[in-house]
C-alpha cells in the first residue's frame, strides 16, 4: 500500500506570496492532519480534516487554511507569506475509524514539504 | 490532553535495549500513550501505542505503569538507524492535534 505523499517536496518563496501544498493520504484513510515543524516551535498541529470537514484546529493564524476533497485528498494554502513561515510541513492521515471503547488510532506521516520564504 | 515529560536525550550502545521514560502524571482514564519517532528529515513514524495493558510489537515494546502515570518505551536489540527523537504523546483525539513536545533524542552508538 502507498504511504502518504506531499507535493511538492520543496518550494522557495517571497514574502507577500501565498502557497499550496498538497497531501494524497493512504488509500483508504479519511483523516488528514498537516503539522509544521520549525526548529524553534517543534512539530506544531495546524489543523485536521474528515471527510471534508475541518475538526479542529491549532493556534494559527487565519492566513493558513485548508480543505479536504471528496477522494480525502487535502490541501493546505498559506497566504501572504511571511519570513517566520519557513518549516517543513507535514502531513498525516489515519483511519480514524472508532473502535469499541474510547478512539484509537495511529498517524502515518508523509515526508513533508519544506517551504522558504525569503 | 495531559503533558509528557521525557528526558532530551540519551545514548544506547548498538545491541543493547534502549528504554526511554516517559511520565505523565495527568493522564485520564481514557487517554492513550503514543510513542513516535522521528529520523533526521524525515516525517515521524509511529511507534507503538496503549491504553493500561504493556504492549509489544515488531518494533518494540511499552510498560506502561499501573497506575498510568508513566511508561517505558523498550527498543530491544537498538541498530545505529534506530537514531531518532522519540517522543511520546498522551492523547485522547488521537487522530489528529497530537502534541509531540519536545522529545528525546536517542543516539545509538557502534
Known amino acids: 500500500k502507498a504511504g502518504v505523499t506531499q507535493t511538492p517536496r520543496y518550494l522557495i518563496k517571497t514574502r507577500g506570496q501565498q502557497v499550496t501544498l498538497s497531501c494524497s493520504p493512504i488509500s483508504g484513510h479519511r483523516s488528514v492532519s498537516w503539522y509544521q515543524q520549525t526548529p524553534g516551535q517543534g512539530l506544531q498541529f495546524l489543523f485536521e480534516y474528515f471527510s471534508e470537514t475541518q475538526r479542529n484546529k491549532g493556534n494559527f493564524p487565519g492566513r493558513f487554511s485548508g480543505r479536504q476533497f471528496s477522494n480525502s485528498r487535502s490541501e493546505m494554502n498559506v497566504s501572504t507569506l511571511e519570513l517566520g513561515d519557513s518549516a517543513l510541513y507535514l502531513c498525516?492521515?489515519?483511519?480514524?475509524?472508532?473502535?469499541?471503547?474510547?478512539?484509537?488510532?495511529?498517524?502515518?506521516f508523509g515526508p513533508g514539504t519544506r517551504l522558504t520564504v525569503t | 490532553d495531559a503533558k509528557t515529560t521525557q528526558p532530551p536525550s540519551m545514548d544506547c550502545a548498538e545491541g543493547r535495549a534502549a528504554n526511554l521514560p516517559c511520565n505523565h502524571s495527568t493522564i485520564s482514564g481514557n487517554e492513550y500513550v503514543y510513542w513516535y519517532r522521528q529520523i533526521h528529515s524525515q516525517g515521524p513514524q509511529y511507534i507503538i501505542h496503549g491504553l493500561k495493558n504493556n504492549e509489544t510489537n515488531e518494533m518494540a515494546s511499552l510498560i506502561i505503569t499501573e497506575d498510568r502515570k508513566s511508561s517505558t518505551l523498550i527498543l530491544p536489540h537498538a541498530t545505529l538507524r534506530d537514531t531518532a527523537v522519540y517522543y511520546c504523546i498522551v492523547s485522547l483525539h488521537s487522530g489528529y492535534a497530537l502534541n509531540f513536545g519536545k522529545g528525546t533524542s536517542l543516539l545509538v552508538t557502534p
Open positions: 498525516a492521515s489515519s483511519l480514524a475509524m472508532r473502535l469499541a471503547g474510547p478512539t484509537s488510532y495511529e498517524q502515518y
